[in-house]
């Protein structure tokens, strides 16, 4: 079997060093680049999450295809990964409520009740997740949230940005998502797992805004 060579990457991180559980929330616009940017990496372990089907307005942003259209995500976005890289899949078509989950926690759903469920359910002081990464995406804003899920003091920080669907700014309907947003967010996102798998410090708060090209960091981890 053909096996990808990172020997271009090696300096950056090896595909070894990334050889640890990580459980992917949502196989959307966030999910499905992030999935196949982890994949390109050298991730091996990856673990899918994600009740919906593949519909004809997910195309213009997410990666499927016009021949995925009413299957569900997480077998469509498997089925495209193994494809690129070799690495072992667990696919789950199911919301994320309750489920114990193991190692780095990606999380890249669309609502805030559904950050709210999946950080009270499943991350906040769980030993077994060292490191939580929530992604948040709208028009052309992209913001990258990292948390020790076990640190008091990150606990606190990370729940001083929750709040309630209601309260979130409303993008209008055909101003949600592009495409160049999605690659933006996956990239951030894939460059906090290559920084916690080689020890290196990891920034706390990251927003992007491709409109005005600003990058705004809050602290370091």
Not at 43 to 55: F, I, N, Q, S
Not at 84 to 94: C, I
Not at 98 to 120: C, E, F, K, Y
């Amino acid at each position: 079997m053909i096996e990808p060579d990172y020997w271009r990457q090696l300096d950056l991180i090896s595909a070894e060093q990334l050889d640890f559980p990580i459980a992917l929330i949502g196989a959307g616009g966030i999910g499905s680049p992030l999935a196949l940017a982890l994949a390109k990496m050298g991730c091996k372990r990856l673990a899918l999450y994600d009740p919906d089907t593949v519909e004809a307005h997910n195309l213009p942003n997410q990666m499927y295809r016009l021949s995925d259209i009413g299957r569900p995500k997480v077998a469509a976005l498997a089925e495209l990964l193994t494809d690129f890289a070799p690495l072992q899949l667990d696919v789950r078509q199911e919301r994320v409520e309750a489920q114990t989950l193991r190692g780095v926690v990606l999380s890249g759903v669309d609502s805030m009740a559904s950050r709210s469920g999946i950080w009270q359910g499943c991350v906040r002081y769980r030993a077994g997740i060292p490191l939580y990464v929530d992604a948040r995406m709208g028009a052309e804003v992209c913001r990258v949230l990292t948390v020790n899920p076990v640190d008091p003091d990150e606990v606190r920080a990370y729940e001083a940005t929750l709040h309630t669907d209601d309260d979130a700014a409303e993008d209008a309907c055909t101003a949600q998502a592009i495409i160049y947003n999605t690659f933006a967010v996956a990239a951030l996102v894939a460059n906090q797992v290559k920084r916690y798998a080689r020890g290196e410090p990891l920034e706390r708060d990251v927003i992007f805004d491709l409109a005005t090209l600003t990058l705004l960091k809050g602290d370091q981890m």
